[in-house]
């Protein structure tokens, strides 16, 4: 019963391709989140999205693309993929309270290797 | 000013002993500072947490220092073991809904037996 769950774990691909990364929580969170973490373990937050409102960290480029089916998912979209994307992208949820930040929860990472 | 600097980068400690790592922010709006433990091939996983109103939080081994003026605030890993060897991630955040969540760049434990 995994908190937040992330599919694939690993994704090897050519670059131009176009991939997508699943994730879904099933907390009852109504906040998520997708990272990049880089080779070097820095995280950088790339998206918060929350009742439909979606906050996009400007420097990620618009080949990324999330998109919500429903509270429980946001799925990670991204085209023309370029050596740089190689990463380890995780996505996270959490309880949203306007004004009161509360703990994300992190799934375990999709390991993307751009060949 | 959205930066949170981490110190040190590494830190190899003794089983038993104390493991301290710092970071510093710079914008005063910042009003949640977690700090999360990160093992290979896993997500980070928050620790513990604090808000700028108490000085120190305490968990088990694990105690946060908190130094508003100073803009510091610490994580002290008391009688340290090999299992604690992780990464550790301090953050801070403002408001909302966490689009503001900033993590510090990290700081690899080793704690040997």
């Known amino acids: 019963d995994t908190a937040v769950s992330q599919t694939p774990k690993y994704l090897v691909t050519q670059m131009g391709n176009d991939k997508s990364i699943k994730c879904e929580q099933n907390l009852g969170h109504d906040t998520m989140y997708w990272y990049k973490q880089d080779s070097k373990k820095f995280l950088k937050i790339m998206f918060s999205?929350?009742?439909?409102?979606?906050?996009i960290n400007e420097t990620v480029p618009n080949r990324f693309s999330p998109k919500s089916p429903d509270k429980a998912h946001l799925n990670l979209h991204i085209n023309s993929l370029e050596l740089g994307d190689s990463a380890v992208y995780f996505c996270?949820?959490?309880?949203?309270?306007?004004?009161?930040?509360?703990?994300?929860?992190f799934g375990d990472g999709t390991r993307l290797s751009i060949l | 000013q959205q930066q949170v600097k981490q110190s040190p980068q590494s830190l190899i400690v003794q089983k038993g002993g104390i493991s301290i790592i710092n970071c510093a922010y710079e914008?005063?709006?910042?009003?949640?500072f977690p700090w999360y433990q990160q093992f290979p091939g896993k997500g980070p996983a928050l620790l513990i947490a604090i808000r700028p109103d108490v000085s120190e939080k305490k968990e088990g081994r694990f105690t946060i220092s908190f130094n508003k003026s100073a803009k510091q605030f610490s994580l002290h890993i008391m009688d340290s073991q090999p299992g604690d060897s992780a990464t550790y991630f301090c953050?801070?955040?403002?408001?909302?809904?966490?689009?503001?969540?900033?993590f510090g760049p990290g700081t690899r434990l080793s704690v040997l037996p």
């Open positions: 914008n005063t709006a910042f009003d949640y």
């Open positions: 996270a949820s959490s309880s949203a309270d306007r004004g009161s930040n509360q703990p994300q929860h």
């Open positions: 953050a801070a955040s403002r408001g909302n809904y966490g689009q503001n969540f900033v």
């Open positions: 999205y929350n009742n439909k409102e979606l906050i």
